[in-house]
């Protein structure tokens, strides 16, 4: 079993980054997606106070609780922008789809300490597999 789907058979709670309220944009299909899988997602997005029925929060801290992996719908320079915090605020697994790492934010992943998963689609595994949690 990988590092990704490993993941998405006994981690239960996400924080997306970068989920938005436009229909076309792929963080809105991934925060869908896995609510769709059972999982626990708290949608992290200053810009909205709500995405459908569901609360969006402005940041990391505002959080009910802590998960137990962020994943990252940003461009690489503004995940680079939220690593410190997700170390800080305890999570310990960072997952950046295709088009949100960089060299720079997996070298900050191993300086603070944080498993990192890249360049997968939480999507396209979901889609592969059942979770079994």
């Given at each position: 079993m990988n590092a990704?789907?490993?993941i998405l058979?006994?981690?239960t709670t996400y924080?997306?980054?970068?989920?938005s309220q436009d229909v076309l944009k792929y963080?809105?299909?991934l925060f869908h997606t896995l609510l769709e899988a059972g999982y626990t997602v708290y949608p992290v997005?200053?810009?909205?106070?709500?995405?459908d029925d569901h609360v969006c929060y402005p940041?990391?801290?505002?959080l009910p609780a802590v998960p137990e992996v962020a994943i990252t719908a940003l461009a690489p320079a503004n995940t680079e922008k939220v690593l410190e915090d997700i170390a800080a605020?305890?999570?310990h697994t960072v997952w950046m789809p295709p088009g949100s790492s960089s060299q720079a934010a997996l070298a900050k992943c191993r300086?603070?300490?944080l498993k990192a998963v890249h360049d997968v689609c939480p999507v396209a595994m979901l889609r592969r597999m059942k979770p079994q949690r």
């Open positions: 990704a789907e490993e058979r006994t981690c924080a997306l980054f970068g989920a963080s809105y299909e997005n200053p810009r909205y106070q709500r995405i940041s990391l801290s505002a605020r305890g999570v300086e603070l300490g």
